[in-house]
């Protein structure tokens, strides 16, 4: 939810996070008893490492510290990134989870799981997933107009088609170089 402090935060921080190369995706601030927590999500294409938070916290810290944003009072910072089960909610989030599975709320109601297979500015190809495991997965175009809520899902089980490949061209590597010590004993035995 917006609030004026957390626009004027915002503002002050959406420049620090285009020079770190990152997209301020979200700012919070709460109030627990007396105490604060300003909470900011940032992310980039790619993701964002562990080092490149710790930067642009040291960037927001030194901000706050020179601005009069978050007055006198004590505060708690914690940056990080939108999380495994990010919302998507601009077309930059739908080409980051290209790929991904995906809960869909519609507009004219109803609920999909989808894959998000490709996107642009004004939609997404996805493959909808089959209910309860009948039938099989159907593309469809989605128009972000169309969408009252998504989020990326976890996957637990699906398996990473690169890695996949990457794990067969290692096993052929490896009998391919298990042939090449076979012919080179038979070579050395043949000539002993």
Known sequence: MSTPQTDRLRALLE?????????LEDVRITQAGSRRQVQ??????GGVDLDAIADFSREVGRALDDSDLMGSAAYLLEVGSPGAERPLVLPRHWARAEGRL???QLV????????VLESDEDGALVEVQPVKGRG??????LAFTE??????QVEFNRKDEALLDEAEDIVADADDADADDVDADDAAAHDA
């Not at 900011?40 to 294409?45: E, G, M, Q, S, T």
């Open 136 to 141: 099989r997965p159907k593309e469809r175009r």
């Open 108 to 115: 004219e109601g109803g609920e999909i799981v989808a894959r």
């Open 102 to 104: 995906a809960k869909i």
């Open 147 to 152: 969408v009252a809520k998504a989020r990326v």
């Open 40 to 45: 900011i999500d940032v992310d980039a294409d």
């Open 15 to 23: 420049p620090l996070a285009t020079e770190a190369g990152l997209d």
